[in-house]
């Protein structure tokens, strides 16, 4: 076990990224964000921000244009946004999608697009793998790239695609090899990075999915799509592998959103419960109010010190599929139990918009079914971890 676990920090790490996004945040407070959701709108300046300063390149590497910080430090940036009322949702696969690339892309894709995509030139923010009939179960999905000459030529369609029409590139997962006609279903699936410019409306139509959440998600279709056999990363058929290679680093970067929305529910509360007099005194002196919200601090803390190991675990190249997948179950569990709290610390009020708790509300429970269930979570856990019979 190398020196990333054993040195892991306790207490607020990274404090000079968490002031400088803090700064950022500050221009961009409730009012900002009612707006975006109001109106179902893309929160484009906050995000223009983000990359133009830099942190969304926060996990490519320097020799490509970007920063080359460990995980944690890029979970503490989603962490931060979050913590402050913001949402990270809107651009935080531009973090981590382009991961497959860097990690199993060939040297002329790498120079061809991580630059582009650190400087904010081109936006990876699409991930094309969950189809309506197959979900969670990947290896069943439908969607076929067939290889005619220089091409390959795509059908099939995929929901909850999120920001597909606000980003340049889309990571696609399409079957090139019949299930039927290979030994394990994980085999004979590719993975493209494919460009929708040049698609939309040349095979690839991207329709809006209205949701309880402003979180830009679509439904996208193929219908004799033809792309370049340069966009195919890797080897042909094992794309899989690569797609689970980078859902580590995804949910442990969701587990710091969560933590961030835990401490903006337990921070609003607390302030709400000193402030707040009814029969004579403040709401929080009473156990009603005040015991959730302490258990719920104390399931934001533990769940940290559960995302700061899968972190460590990750920077140091060691394996972290338990970690990565406790990290998320744990911190969406406190966030939401955290949000519950919080609701009710206000009362009434935390129905009315200008509070701006419905709508952190809203978006923390997202994170008990995305972007891998609490079940299939548990599930992982309880075969992979504890050598329970498989249950699917």
């Not at 970067?253 to 709400?272: K, M, N, P, Q, T």
Request: charged fraction near 25%; aromatic fraction near 8%; include cysteine.
């Amino acid at each position: 076990m190398g020196d990333a676990l054993k040195q892991m920090t306790l207490g607020e790490d990274f404090p000079e990224i968490r002031e400088a996004v803090g700064r950022i945040c500050d221009d961009f407070p409730g009012e900002y964000w009612r707006e975006m959701d109001a109106k179902s709108a893309y929160p484009e300046a906050f995000v223009s921000i983000l990359t133009e300063s830099g942190w969304l390149s926060a996990l490519i590497p320097e020799s490509y244009g970007g920063s080359g910080l460990p995980l944690r430090a890029a979970a503490v940036i989603l962490e931060t946004i979050h913590a402050s009322g913001g949402s990270a949702a809107a651009c935080h696969a531009q973090m981590y999608t382009m991961g497959t690339v860097l990690r199993h892309g060939s040297d002329e894709q790498k120079q061809k697009y991580l630059p582009q995509i650190a400087s904010g030139d081109l936006r990876l923010q699409a991930f094309g793998v969950t189809e309506p009939t197959s979900g969670t179960d990947t290896t069943s999905l439908r969607t076929r790239a067939v290889r005619d000459g220089d091409h390959y030529v795509v059908n099939g369609q995929k929901i909850w695609t999120s920001r597909a029409l606000y980003s340049d590139l889309m990571l696609l997962l399409a079957r090139t090899t019949p299930k039927e006609e290979v030994s394990r279903p994980t085999e004979g699936l590719s993975v493209f990075l494919i460009d929708l410019r040049e698609l939309r409306g040349n095979g690839v139509e991207i329709r809006p999915i209205e949701t309880m959440i402003n979180h830009n998600t679509t439904e996208v279709f193929f219908s004799d799509a033809k792309i370049p056999t340069d966009t195919l990363i890797g080897e042909e058929g094992r794309g899989f592998r690569y797609i689970l290679d980078g859902m580590n680093a995804e949910r442990t970067l969701i587990a710091g959103e969560s933590l961030g929305d835990a401490r903006y529910f337990l921070r609003r509360a607390s302030d709400y419960a000193n402030e707040r007099e009814i029969f004579g005194g403040p709401i929080g002196r009473n156990q009603g109010i005040q015991f959730p919200l302490a258990r719920a601090y104390a399931e934001t803390e533990a769940a940290e010190l559960m995302a700061r190991k899968a972190a460590a675990l990750f920077d140091d190249g060691e394996p972290c599929g338990a970690e990565a997948n406790m990290a998320k179950l744990l911190c969406g569990d406190a966030a939401w139990h955290a949000a519950e709290a919080c609701m009710q610390t206000f009362g009434g009020f935390a129905f009315a918009r200008e509070y701006d708790i419905e709508r952190k509300w809203r978006e923390a429970r997202l994170y008990l079914t995305a972007p891998v269930s609490t079940n299939l979570v548990l599930a992982y856990i309880g075969q992979h971890v504890m050598g329970l019979p498989k249950s699917y």
